[in-house]
């Protein structure tokens, strides 16, 4: 597998932010990870190939990592205000946007409100309207932030045999090694802190179904989204096969794939060759114009929205 470049803390208006960047001269594409990963999330979609075919920048997100971990700024938009002022710092008018899971809401978001920003869009495991268990899931995910093990190989052979993580592959090992953080005698926990997953998960969770189909519709990069193939935790998937349809209706450019494995286990291995796969078939597609364009008039998916408005019914979660 390669190894990045630079491995920089970059310094922004009111924070510092950390982030890889494996250089190249492959169109740039920037990675975006889950609620509560970092960095080397994506290790596995490095081995299959994703670098060198595009240059790509992988940022620890706010709170996140070794990035910068303020008790404020967890917005959706604090958060595209962040990631245009990261890519103003590496002198990048626009990017490939690709997200997983979190990130993939966070890229479809920047995607809607900064449309001169994205060239194109990839969602990994991501859509309008997540599985009603997913913070039931993501919690139980996150239940490991912020834990003291006693020793390094306690928390490894932790997260080894966590049920979300089989079957293992050696590129997940980079993820757990950059997770953790040193404490007194031989003892570790989790650089990223609880409170800052949990804050960012509350402004996603926030959102209605309404608003990110809202989103989804302003989009104006052709878009991929890679759907996991197997359920994630207590036999549940995060993203349902309708949810996944109704997020491609709603994007004006999409294309659907699945990749083998769960919701984490898809970046690895199979899984993520054919994401690895499907990004290199998209970018063959012609991008999101420079200029954006404006809506010519309501749709008809506006319509509906405002007869239900109108009818008072209740905004999904």
């Not at 491995?7 to 960047?21: E, K």
């Not at 609620?35 to 706010?62: K, W």
């Not at 063959?284 to 319509?303: E, H, I, M, R």
Request: glycine share 8%; with cysteine.
């Amino acid at each position: 597998m390669l190894a990045p470049v630079c491995h920089d803390a970059i310094a922004l208006s009111n924070l510092q932010l950390h982030c890889l960047d494996y250089g190249g001269d492959g169109p740039p594409l920037l990675l975006l990870h889950s609620l509560s990963g970092n960095t080397r999330l994506f290790d596995g979609l490095i081995a299959a190939g994703l670098s060198p075919a595009c240059r790509v920048l992988v940022p620890d997100l706010r709170g996140r990592g070794r990035s910068d971990m303020p008790l404020t700024g967890y917005s959706l938009d604090a958060g595209c205000t962040d990631i245009l002022a990261l890519l103003d710092h590496f002198g990048l008018d626009r990017v490939v946007l690709c997200g997983h899971s979190f990130g993939g809401l966070l890229a479809l978001y920047l995607a809607a409100h900064h449309p001169e920003r994205v060239s194109h869009l990839v969602m990994l495991d991501a859509a309008v309207q997540m599985h009603p268990a997913t913070p039931l899931m993501t919690a139980a995910v996150a239940a490991r932030l912020d834990q003291v093990y006693p020793s390094a190989e306690i928390y490894q052979g932790a997260m080894r045999s966590a049920p979300f993580v089989a079957p293992w592959h050696d590129a997940m090992q980079g993820f757990f090694d950059e997770e953790m953080q040193p404490l007194a005698m031989g003892a570790v926990t989790t650089r990223t802190r609880a409170y800052a997953a949990g804050l960012a998960a509350l402004h996603i969770f926030g959102e209605s179904t309404r608003d990110w189909c809202r989103n989804a519709r302003r989009v104006q990069a052709p878009t991929l989204l890679v759907q996991a193939t197997q359920p994630f935790l207590m036999g549940m998937p995060m993203v349902l096969d309708h949810d996944a349809e109704e997020t491609i209706r709603n994007l004006p450019r999409a294309t659907h794939r699945r990749a083998i494995g769960n919701h984490f286990t898809m970046l690895y291995g199979p899984g993520a060759q054919a994401i690895v796969d499907g990004v290199i078939d998209l970018l063959a597609s012609k991008p999101a114009p420079d200029t954006p364009l404006l809506a010519s008039g309501p749709s008809v998916n506006d319509a509906d929205d405002a007869v239900q408005e109108e009818e008072g019914a209740a905004t999904p979660r």
